[in-house]
């Protein structure tokens, strides 16, 4: 489909965004030239590279799944000897110092569990213990131990055009929307069945009468399915020949899937909502900063010059975004009686727990890595903000250290937030563009 050029492109965005306090001027400019090319370089370190995932669990939602033949589906996973040994030795924890805590502590643990119970009761009992911990979570999580679960080099894997699109691909958004946003089935997605304008308006009249955790649980969802397509449309497969393959932006495909017009006005709200996920995703990064700040805290790889040289990068981000003068204030969420917000928040968590468990319904391998990392690590997000364990211990007193994050959550949680602040980037590469188009 060839596009106009005599209008002007209607994808750009501005101004305030709903429920914060923060414009999208304000964000473009502390992410593109402050933030971005240091998050970058922090993402290429092997600590943040390799990321252990299972993309061979079972669709637990339906089987009648297509798997993507396509060479571009495919992922890559590494040979042993390619992942750093201090990754691969202590795949969760932080430092060899670390390990030997652990080791003590698991020992205790089981120590202090009555001696008179069978060892399968003992280790029930641990497990429960385990069970606990993971009662903030918002995600449903590989279990790394496990025989299936692989290394991947995400560098050489890169989120790109894949060709995986069609029924099946559609199937997953509309299962993720339509069954797991905080809305009744008989209301549909704007576009969701070519619905015009009138549909649109409908949608988001009802959508403002939501509280302000079921309206945001939409705006993240929104923003991610959005993020994922900015990054499609940057890294489109443009010329594939028996000679070379060529990437690159598809300016045809981006205002397909943003302009305001092709798209009856739901494009430019996808790219806002965009923007309040990053907002999101920054002030959990903003609020965690004592976590890593703890001097036992390493970023662990074995190689103790580049270990020490990424923590220092990795703080001085996090001072950055500290910095950022507009933050999302997360004390609006679950307030109010506390009863009520106990469970809105429960429902919350298990809403999304079940979107992360619908990525392992991906049919593309490549799509299904990028979305389980991205889900895995929105959700590590939303743990950070409203984790019981980490609000009685901050900010005054410094982060409970009953607080943890794994590494795969570390993981997940930058190259998360380095997939939004990229398709923020990028929004100022499709600018260029479409001027230089029109």
Partial sequence: MKLPHCRPSK????????DCTCDVETIDKFNNYRLFPRLQKLLESDYFRYYKVNLKKPCPFWNDINQCGRRDCAVKPCHSDEVPDGIKSASYKYSEEANRIEECEQAERLGAVDESLSEETQKAVLQWTKHDDSSDSFCEVDDIQSPDAEYVDLLLNPERYTGYKGPDAWRIWSVIYEENCFKPQTIQRPL?????????????????????EKRAFYRLISGLHASINVHLSARYLLQDTWLEKKWGHNVTEFQQRFDGVLTEGEGPRRLKNL?????????????????FERPDFQLFTGNKVQDAENKALLLEILHEIKSFPLHFDENSFFAG?????????EDFRLHFRNISRIMDCVGCFKCRLWGKLQTQGLGTALKILFSEKLIANMPESGPSYEFQLTRQEIVSLFNAFGRISTSVRELENFRHLLQNVH
């Fill in 11 to 18: 994808t750009e965005v501005s101004g305030y965004l709903d």
């Fill in 192 to 212: 969701a069945s070519g619905q015009g304008k009138s549909k649109e308006n409908t949608f988001y009249s009802w959508l403002e009468g939501l509280c302000v």
């Fill in 275 to 291: 923007y309040f996920l990053y907002l999101i995703e920054l002030r959990a990064l903003s609020k965690v900063l004592p976590f």
């Fill in 337 to 345: 009686d506390k009863n009520e917000a106990h469970k809105l928040k």
